[in-house]
């Protein structure tokens, strides 16, 4: 069987001799992602010997930060995982108010750079916390894993969401109603049918919040205190100490994890779908719950709700205050700072636009050749394109630090580093877009442009690429949302030229300036949100919509 | 009428969606062991008031008896009304077994007992072997019958079908309609039947309803339905008709003469109220119009010239000018000569023109 495959595999790569175009579009393509993608991912991990791999099981700081990580890890994601059903529940099945408001929370993180709620945590809890120091009256350590596990819930939740929504939006309510119908009640339907119909939007919410969590460097540095994780160990093992060594076999140790929830989440979550089909028949609104139930699901989602608006309430409120804690009176020289730090603010849109172009120019033709074309590579061009996905930020900042500091290409310290690491870890957003963009599309619209005389490349120009105009802008705009807001990939490789506004907030949060620091957050947030609304507005009129 | 022999009453029922009135003072009695269709084109309001008496809405007014109880505001699952989805909606995660059994399940029946009546529905159903798949392993015409068998397995006396045969194609949709009439009327059960296919609705009910525009048009045995519809919506929807306008002459012993534009046509008297100077529509099927080329003798006998004609198989269904009016006639049993040409002559015994009195211009859309 195997060897049947690799001849067929043989026989279309040799059908590719009559189509140079597209031969030389898979050659480029290879290229680009085996020297920006794969190339920095073995620089890593081959950096360090198999003695110093050992380290992370004998020596005990390392040792503790991966099993804090672990445990982080498992703790935040079902918290994560939770919350997120029942905001999925809540806003696809039940009729309550402020359901608008309950999905504008889960926008809001997506365009938040990725510590701003263990910012606004110390603002609210820390020792000149508004809620601890002035209405409690007390003093307690914040730092450590109760707050950090309330943080990454509260960060990453809406991933989790976003999962989830989809998947019980797309479960048919007739299979409830069959059940009620059959003398089931509300409590049988929901274990019976909604549950385990939910179960791989479920787990597949899990596996991302995982991930995520794993990953992350910006909460645990700021948040954490001792309580310190591979990421956070990676960063000071570099910036304190310049080792690269331990810094890669830390990384390393988070990549691999990363890996197997993202291969275990694509392979075994992605089979187990019962997206049900909906045909003729409309589907009924939501069968009425008892209203204490109902309720309850609602005030935990308010619950939740007002806890993200008073996180990015206290920013606001930061951002125009003197120095917090001590002096609140209103001031403006917060933004005066942030001003004078335009250069910052200007590289974070430059690099952030042009990345995401650039990952969208790349992503395009590379979904385009694995969902149309039979060229014995598509899997190995599939897994190119999500791989960097899979590669926690950290590890991929490292690696093109790594890989672009001499002999072919000595890039250190320059813009393009920057905007190639942003690019390549952006490619799996742009590349999914446009992938499900041209799973919409129906085959048989290029067949009738084929059959109405028109060739491969006016095909491509006249008739897909209008459709995927929504999918594809749609996966800039996310990229370009996630890479102004990025720390983790460019905490590695910026210079004090190509410092970015996450970065300076990081400073800014590290020592203690918090007024400024909310500002320049605000300043960053703001401008995220003019340009996801200002997308919205321009693909609405073209009657499409963002998906985050 | 007596409440005892009734399975479902429902009385002044209405039930709006924000501006949509989707049932407006509908009443409707079911008697058990019936089978009884609800007709009509799609938005009537049949499948919400299928819906209705599964308790899937709550009605805005108006009531509904389950077996003599009044069923308003008790859930779904307190109703036995066990509903044949027109998509199944069998559940994806459970097997074949799983499925047809779940009812059992929340009975809490003994797992002996539940595999007998289980394996009793299988066979009835014809799924023997297949209880371990998934629904997705199964055909469309299997998944059908798993929801069958799911519905009725627990042996409630009422069924209700929500357009179930409309995912299959012709030749089946014919074989299980029958099937499912044999199988109703060996249960005993009372079955609630939505379509928007008249033909389905004549060949399986022992009554329909035709529903328009969230009212009930008419109730009746297919016969009437068909023949004796009441206004000119029921006849369009049922079958194809010619309408005639005319205006009663004269009466003359058992028979109506009635005047339409130039030709004048005798129509039994029978029960119509109608007096002379009234203005009536004929209503009168393509089938009951004899067609042949010789000039026939008699009454009811007019001439037209052949425009279009369409062979159907069972018949060559033609339309013929008969100026001032149109007329479609279906011949059923065509001659050997093939199709009819150029001015033939028709005839139509009086006894099957029905009349309607005239509706005003805005009733007919």
């Given at each position: 069987m195997f060897s049947a495959a690799i001849k067929d595999t043989w026989a279309e790569m040799k059908k590719l001799k009559n189509d140079p175009i597209l031969a030389a579009a898979i050659i480029m393509i290879l290229l680009i992602t085996s020297y920006f993608v794969v190339w920095p991912i073995i620089k890593v991990i081959s950096f360090s010997q198999f003695e110093d791999y050992l380290k992370l099981f004998t020596y005990s700081r390392w040792y503790h930060a991966a099993l804090n990580s672990l445990f982080m890890m498992v703790i935040s994601s079902i918290s994560c995982a939770v919350i997120a059903f029942i905001f999925a529940y809540t806003i696809t099945r039940l009729k309550v108010p402020f359901k608008g408001l309950f999905r504008f929370i889960t926008i809001l993180p997506i365009v938040s750079p990725p510590f701003i709620v263990a910012l606004s945590y110390i603002l609210l809890f820390g020792r000149q916390g508004m809620i601890t120091?002035?209405?409690?009256?007390?003093?307690?350590?914040?730092?450590?894993?109760?707050?950090?596990?309330?943080?990454?819930?509260?960060?990453?939740?809406?991933?989790a969401y976003a999962v989830l929504y989809g998947v019980m939006k797309s479960t048919s309510t007739n299979l409830e109603y069959a059940a009620y119908n059959l003398g089931a009640t509300h409590w049988q339907v929901f274990k019976n049918v909604l549950l385990p119909l939910c179960r791989p939007g479920l787990a597949g919410g899990v596996l991302i919040a995982a991930m995520s969590v794993l990953a992350d460097f910006g909460n645990p540095i700021v948040i954490g205190g001792n309580f310190n994780t591979l990421p956070t160990e990676a960063y000071m093992q570099m910036s304190g100490m310049f080792d690269l060594k331990s810094a890669s076999v830390l990384s390393t140790a988070i990549l691999l994890p990363a890996l197997g929830l993202f291969v275990w989440n694509r392979v075994w979550v992605g089979k187990r779908s019962y997206v049900t089909v909906t045909g003729k028949e409309t589907s009924l609104e939501h069968f009425p719950l008892p209203p204490a139930v109902k309720w309850t699901l609602f005030g935990l989602c308010m619950f939740v709700t007002v806890f993200v608006l008073a996180v990015y309430g206290v920013l606001v409120y930061g951002a125009f205050t003197k120095t917090w804690g001590y002096d609140w009176s209103f001031t403006l020289d917060n933004l005066t700072y942030v001003a004078a730090k335009g250069r910052e603010i200007i590289n974070s849109i430059k690099f952030a636009l042009i990345a995401s172009l650039a990952a969208g120019v790349l992503a395009l033709p590379l979904a385009f050749i694995v969902q149309r074309k039979r060229v014995g590579v598509n899997r190995l061009l599939d897994f190119l394109a999500i791989l960097p996905g899979a590669v926690p930020g950290v590890f991929l900042g490292l690696g093109f630090a790594m890989a672009f500091n001499g002999q072919p290409l000595h890039l250190a310290g320059t813009s393009l580093l920057m905007i190639l690491a942003l690019m390549v870890w952006n490619l799996p957003t742009c590349y999914s877009a446009c992938l499900a963009g041209l799973q919409q599309i129906s085959g048989a619209l290029e067949e009738a442009s084929f059959n109405l005389g028109a060739s491969n490349m006016m095909t491509f120009r006249k008739v897909l690429l209008p459709l995927l105009r929504g999918a594809f802008i749609s996966g800039i705009v996310v990229s370009f949302l996630r890479s102004v807001t990025c720390l983790s990939v460019i905490i590695f490789i910026y210079s004090a030229k190509t410092s970015v506004g996450t970065v300076s907030i990081l400073g800014l949060v590290q020592n203690g300036e918090w007024g400024s620091a909310s500002a320049f957050t605000i300043v960053l947030i703001s401008i995220a949100f003019i340009v996801l609304v200002s997308a919205q507005l321009f693909l609405k009129k073209q009657g499409r919509s963002i998906e985050l | 009428m007596k409440t005892e022999e009734l399975m479902i009453q429902i009385s002044n029922m209405s039930k709006r969606f924000g501006d949509f009135e989707a049932i407006s003072q509908v009443s409707l009695d079911i008697p058990a062991g019936s089978f009884t269709t609800l007709l009509g084109p799609s938005g009537c309001g049949k499948t919400t008031l299928m819906r209705l008496i599964a308790g899937f809405y709550e009605p805005d007014a108006g009531d509904i008896y389950i077996q003599g109880k009044k069923a308003n505001g008790l859930p779904a699952f307190k109703r036995n009304t066990p509903l044949v989805f027109q998509e199944?909606?069998?559940?994806?995660?459970?097997?074949?077994?799983?499925?047809?059994?779940?009812?059992?399940?929340?009975?809490?029946?003994?797992?002996?007992?539940?595999?007998?009546k289980v394996d009793a529905m299988l066979n009835m159903f014809g799924l023997q072997g297949m209880q371990d798949r998934l629904p997705r392993a199964l055909s469309g015409g299997q998944q059908q019958r798993v929801a069958f068998a799911r519905a009725l397995i627990m042996g409630q006396k009422i069924l209700l079908m929500d357009e179930p045969l409309s995912n299959l194609d012709a030749k089946m949709r014919v074989e299980v309609r029958n099937e499912l009439r044999e199988l109703q009327q060996r249960l005993g059960i009372t079955a609630i039947f939505v379509t928007h296919d008249q033909?389905?609705?004549?060949?399986?009910?022992?009554?329909?309803?035709?529903?328009?525009?969230?009212?009930?048009?008419?109730?009746g045995t297919p016969w009437d339905i068909y023949f004796k519809p009441n206004n000119e919506f029921v006849a369009d929807f049922v079958g194809t008709a010619n309408f005639v306008e005319g205006e009663v002459a004269a009466i003359e012993g058992n028979d109506l003469i009635i005047k339409c534009g130039t030709s004048v046509l005798r129509v039994n008297r029978s029960e119509y109220p109608f007096q002379s100077g009234d203005r009536v529509t004929l209503v009168i099927r393509p089938e009951c119009i004899s067609i042949c080329e010789a000039p026939n003798e008699g009454e009811n006998v007019w001439s037209g010239s052949i425009q279009r004609s369409s062979f159907q198989g069972r018949m060559i269904r033609y339309w013929i000018d008969g100026s001032p009016l149109q007329w479609i006639v279906d011949d059923s049993s065509p001659s050997v000569s093939g199709y009819l040409e150029g001015i033939v002559h028709l005839s139509v015994d009086k006894q099957k023109i029905h009349l309607l009195p005239k509706e005003r211009q805005e009733q007919r859309n």
């Open positions: 120091k002035y209405v409690l009256h007390v003093n307690f350590d914040i730092y450590g894993w109760h707050g950090l596990w309330l943080v990454q819930t509260v960060t990453f939740f809406p991933y | 199944y909606a069998l559940f994806p995660h459970m097997t074949v077994y799983e499925n047809v059994s779940y009812g059992l399940k929340l009975m809490k029946l003994p797992r002996q007992e539940a595999r007998e033909d389905e609705a004549l060949a399986i009910s022992d009554r329909i309803a035709v529903f328009n525009k969230g009212r009930i048009e008419q109730v």
